[in-house]
Nanobody, 118 residues
Framework: QVQLVESGGGLVQPGGSLRLSCVAS????????IGWYRQAPGKEREGVSC????????YYSDSVRGRFTISRDFAKNTVYLQMNNLKPEDTDVYYC???????????WGLGTQVTVSS
């Protein structure tokens, strides 16, 4: 069964850290570009970070650059999003997205809730 499963979300105080994981099953992540998106109720989904399938080039939105780090472990078929110095405005549901290179094949996870509050 092809799926992406996110985990690692939760409640954290401002300034705290969380590490999100996105585990792929049924396909090999090394052939896919991976992105993390986030969305709050009533708002559009926002791209946060992504990593290319080839040389591992990374991208970060202006709102998270310098605080978040995306990485991948092909042996575990997993992508991570390390989030440091979290702010209340980072509160959202975070989704993992995988798109196969040179193809329209893509998958979304179901999301994990991140809440930053004192």
């Amino acid at each position: 069964q092809v799926q992406l499963v996110e985990s690692g979300g939760g409640l954290v105080q401002p300034g705290g850290s969380l590490r999100l994981s996105c585990v792929a099953s049924g396909f090999t992540l090394s052939y896919y570009a991976i992105g993390w998106y986030r969305q709050a109720p009533g708002k559009e989904r926002e791209g946060v970070s992504c990593i290319s399938h080839t040389d591992g080039d990374t991208y970060y939105s202006d709102s998270v650059r310098g605080r978040f780090t995306i990485s991948r472990d092909f042996a575990k078929n997993t992508v991570y999003l390390q989030m440091n110095n979290l702010k209340p405005e980072d509160t959202d549901v975070y989704y993992c997205y995988a798109k196969r290179a040179f193809s329209s094949t893509a998958y979304w996870g179901l999301g994990t809730q991140v809440t930053v509050s004192s």
